[in-house]
């Protein structure tokens, strides 16, 4: 199923899939070979192109469409047209290469589960009638993809969270909540890259640095990989804020908070 | 080669055209909430259409500067002068070394563009020297300005003739000064326009919806008649847009502008066409806004239209500068 439909007058939405939860990683595979396939096309006027969850969307410059000779009434049409001749070349691609799509990465995330960073633990156990040493056992054992990165520059939606740990958001968001923080929020766990509100559980802290302007690419992760949380203690998270700060430090990069 | 912020005002900073390319990272367009009206302003000058200017809201800014330059700016209806002399918006005015340049409340709408010729020149930061508020970066160390601030500017040559007071030859009206007392957004329906009855849908074109002082460079809060969809059951976030009319199970519809969030879960009922974003980016708490439909095609012919208008305004600015 392919369906493509406007977002506004400068961008379509393509959707892929109806749905995401019955088959997470199949739906990821395909809307991720969209997208890479979308983004090889270059198909002219389009600007960028963004992938979320089960759907691929392309931006373009209205414009540059028309310049090249499209006129006004046709531009979706003609977008529609190309866009569904670049996923259909990718799809007979991937057909051969079965292993193929682009190299899924697979990301270590350390975690300190440390009470003073896992302010909702509780919570969250209580509502899977386990303990709280269970909750970071389920978690850290787990294997996510990325689902979609957004709500804040370098925020990761991670599929693939144990059912027993899904809790719904708090009624209350939080109106700070400290980079790093790694949240469940109902079936889906992620991590908070910048102080930002936030109504997730927040069971945990990572010491990585989740978006950095001055990086390219500034975020961290990417839609598709797949990421595993490892526990480390308190001692272990301290020292690595240690080591980001002084290397930071040697390099001389200035940052704002 | 710099500009002394003497007052900040209530909330300024610098912004150009906007990041492209790194929505997959979850980084937002932001940029000038009218980003034509930026361009106008700085083809004004004789920068490139791109270049970084401040985007000033609600006033209150003063600024002096330590060389000659043009300025320019677009907007709502913004009392400014340079020194005691009122620069109209739209209209290029030299600004001499020791000199200020002052904005005051704005009598209609919210915000304003200026351009300083040789442009704002902080280094870009994610290929765009526009500031994220949100996630602070970008733009003046990745904040609004604050009292005291100075901004280097760019390279200018001087003016080829020796700048004398204020242009007569401006941009026009509807460009310089899209602030309505009466604002009509024009917009085309968005993916879940069938997900609300026909009495909703009535509403959105029929009545008036007031902003919300709970509004800010992310979005539009209104308020007004409930639009509550038939189903409340939840969507797949999905990617949203500047011009985005999502409606929360409140019923309140947000209309998201430049800093918006790249994905949203929201329904998207209909969208703002490109050419009245300059309008919405006017809108401050209390002002009523209606709505009116128009097709794709029609949203994408208005837009061409005014971009040839704006190549022969660019032609005809290169000879009067000549």
């Known amino acids: 199923m392919m369906e493509i439909v406007p977002l506004g007058d400068s961008a379509v939405i393509v959707r892929m899939r109806e749905r995401f939860d019955d088959a997470p990683e199949e739906t990821l595979d395909t809307v991720l070979r969209a997208f890479q396939q979308l983004q090889n096309a270059a198909i002219p006027g389009v600007i960028e192109v963004a992938p979320a969850y089960t759907s691929v969307t392309v931006f373009f410059d209205p414009i540059s469409v028309v310049k090249g000779t499209v006129a006004p009434g046709q531009v979706f049409d003609w ?48 509502r899977a009638a386990i303990s709280p040493v269970e909750v970071v056992r389920f978690h850290s054992a787990a294997e996510y993809r990325v689902a979609c990165i957004g709500f804040v520059p370098g925020f990761p939606f991670l599929a693939g969270l144990p059912k027993e740990l899904a809790t719904p958001r708090r009624d ?47 975020a961290f992760l990417r839609a598709g990989d797949r990421v595993r949380f490892c526990a480390i203690t308190r001692e272990d998270f301290e020292a690595s804020i240690h080591e980001a700060l002084s290397s930071r430090a040697k390099r001389g990069t200035s940052y704002s908070k | 080669m710099k500009v002394i912020v003497e007052r900040a005002g209530f909330l300024t900073s610098v912004q150009d055209l ?25 083809l004004l000058v004789g920068n490139d259409e791109g270049a970084a200017g401040l985007e000033i809201t609600l006033g209150a800014l003063q600024l002096r500067f330590d060389d000659e330059r043009i300025v ?51 280094e870009p930061v994610i290929e765009s020297r526009s500031t994220d508020l949100r996630a602070s970066f970008g733009g003046f160390e990745g904040r609004s ?32 000064s899209p602030a309505k007392p009466k604002p009509i957004l024009r917009f085309i329906r968005g993916v879940d326009w069938n997900g609300f009855n026909s ?37 797949i976030s999905e990617a949203v847009a500047p011009g985005t009319i999502q409606v929360p199970p ?9 800093d918006c969030q790249t994905v949203g879960g ?40 005014r971009e040839r208008e704006f190549g022969r305004f660019r032609v005809g600015i290169n000879i009067q500068r000549s």
């Open chain 1, 79 to 126: 977008l529609a047209t190309r866009i569904r001749a670049a996923v259909a070349a990718g799809a007979d691609r991937g057909r051969h290469r079965i292993a193929t799509q682009r190299r899924v990465r697979l990301v270590e995330i350390p975690v300190c589960y440390d009470r003073e960073f896992a302010l909702d633990i509780d919570d969250v156990a209580r």
């Open chain 1, 172 to 218: 209350v968001p939080r109106k700070q909540i400290p980079p790093g923080s790694v949240g469940i929020g109902g079936a889906q766990t992620g991590i908070y890259p910048l102080r930002s509100p936030g109504g997730w559980n927040l069971i945990g802290r990572t010491p990585l640095k989740l978006f950095d302007p001055t990086k390219d690419p500034p």
């Open chain 2, 18 to 42: 906007g990041r492209t390319g790194f929505r997959e990272f979850g980084v937002s367009l932001g940029g000038a909430l009218d980003c034509f009206g930026l361009r106008v302003a700085n």
């Open chain 2, 72 to 122: 320019a700016w677009c907007g709502g209806d913004f009392d400014v002068r340079i020194g005691s002399r009122v620069l109209p918006a739209g209209h290029a005015g030299s600004v001499g070394a020791g000199e200020k340049l002052k904005f005051g409340a704005p009598k209609v709408g919210c915000r304003s563009w200026l351009s300083i010729s040789g442009g704002i020149d902080v």
């Open chain 2, 145 to 176: 300005l604050r009292d005291g601030d100075v901004l280097p500017l760019g390279m200018w040559p001087g003016s080829p003739t020796p700048a004398t007071g204020i242009s007569s030859w401006t941009a026009p009206h509807d460009w310089v």
């Open chain 2, 199 to 235: 009495s909703t849908l009535q509403r959105l074109t029929g009545e008036a919806f007031a902003v919300s002082p709970d509004s800010d460079r992310m979005g539009v809060r209104l308020e007004g008649p409930e639009l509550k969809r038939l189903d409340e059951g939840d969507l």
């Open chain 2, 250 to 258: 409140s019923g309140k519809p947000i209309l998201l502008l430049g």
């Open chain 2, 266 to 305: 929201y329904p998207k009922m209909a969208h703002v066409i490109t050419v009245d974003l300059g309008v919405a980016a006017q809108l401050r708490a209390g002002d009523r806004v209606r709505f009116s439909e128009v097709s794709l095609a029609e949203a994408h012919r208005l837009l061409l239209e």
